[in-house]
């Protein structure tokens, strides 16, 4: 008896903590960051295009210039692994590289490791 207990308590806090894991850190369209500085543009959550595709496009591969834009969040789109992807576009109406509209990124951890600041 003691164990059917104990086996059901646990599968209720289990089954808690895999909800309070889903929900988004109160994320929505329309919030705004600044993008952030890292080191040799190595940006590895705020997914760029690589730099000959910017070229290639016509395009100006000039990081400096989105050094502390704002940018909004366009559409969130929560993936199967719980990964958080949203959708940014310059807050200014500009296009990123003078060729993309919109850039994806994973905000979590783009927030985490500085690549976008909050307010």
């Known amino acids: 008896m003691k164990n059917t207990i104990l086996t059901v308590i646990t599968c209720l806090f289990l089954s808690?903590?895999?909800i309070a894991?889903?929900?988004?850190?109160n994320l929505k369209v329309g919030d705004t960051f600044t993008i952030g500085?890292?080191?040799?543009?190595?940006?590895k959550y705020i997914?760029?295009?690589?730099?000959?595709?910017?070229?290639k496009k016509g395009g100006f591969?000039?990081?400096?210039?989105?050094v502390n834009k704002k940018v909004?969040?366009?559409?969130?789109?929560?993936k199967k692994d719980g990964e958080i992807l949203a959708t940014?576009?310059?807050?200014?109406g500009r296009k990123f590289f003078g060729k993309y509209k919109y850039i994806k990124a994973n905000i979590k951890d783009a927030i985490s490791s500085k690549?976008?600041?909050?307010?």
């Open 37 to 43: 500085e890292t080191k040799m543009n190595n940006y």
């Open 16 to 18: 808690f903590s895999n």
């Open 115 to 119: 690549e976008l600041l909050t307010k």
């Open 88 to 92: 940014i576009q310059l807050k200014s």
């Open 61 to 66: 591969a000039n990081y400096k210039n989105i």
């Open 47 to 55: 997914k760029f295009p690589k730099d000959n595709f910017i070229i």
């Open 72 to 78: 909004e969040i366009t559409a969130i789109k929560e």
């Open 21 to 25: 894991q889903s929900n988004n850190t």
